[in-house]
């Protein structure tokens, strides 16, 4: 009996993450300051990689599943950031994330800041601060 409990819970949670999977949303406005105009194409002259919104929605859609088991699980909630970084493209990209809840079954995942490792340089993730690794 304790098998078949076990397989039903699991099954009830690959559903819930189905349904936050499908339901998040990501928001790419991004709010201009004097550091980010100047950053913008800091990689341009460097021959370093140019992210563009594709890469990062790209990521993100790769990165859903993951974001759904977090949600379910509170390690992620609405305004605490939290950062997903690529380690399997070239450009070694890790993008800070401020997630909205909408209802518990849609978040909408607002980009604050993308970065590229390219150089060998770590993105510094906070101390309690959850990274997710597609």
């Known amino acids: 009996m304790e098998i078949k409990r076990i397989i039903f819970e699991q099954l009830l949670l690959e559903k819930r993450i189905g349904q936050i999977s ?11 300051t004097s550091h980010s ?6 990689h341009k002259d460097t021959g370093g990689p140019i992210i563009n919104n594709s890469d990062i ?4 859609e790769r990165a859903k599943n993951d974001i759904s088991f977090h949600i379910i699980h509170g390690d992620i909630v609405e305004g605490k950031d939290f950062v ?9 990209v890790s993008l800070a994330l401020t997630p909205e809840e909408i209802t518990p079954y849609q978040w909408n995942l607002i980009v604050i800041t993308v970065f590229s ?8 993730v906070g101390r309690d601060q959850l990274q997710i690794k597609i």
């Open 84 to 92: 997903i970084t690529d380690e399997t493209g070239e450009k070694g």
């Open 22 to 32: 499908a339901n998040i949303t990501i928001s790419l406005d991004i709010h201009q």
């Open 57 to 60: 929605t790209n990521i993100v």
């Open 37 to 42: 105009s100047n950053q913008r194409f800091r």
């Open 117 to 124: 490792s390219h150089r060998g340089e770590p993105f510094r």
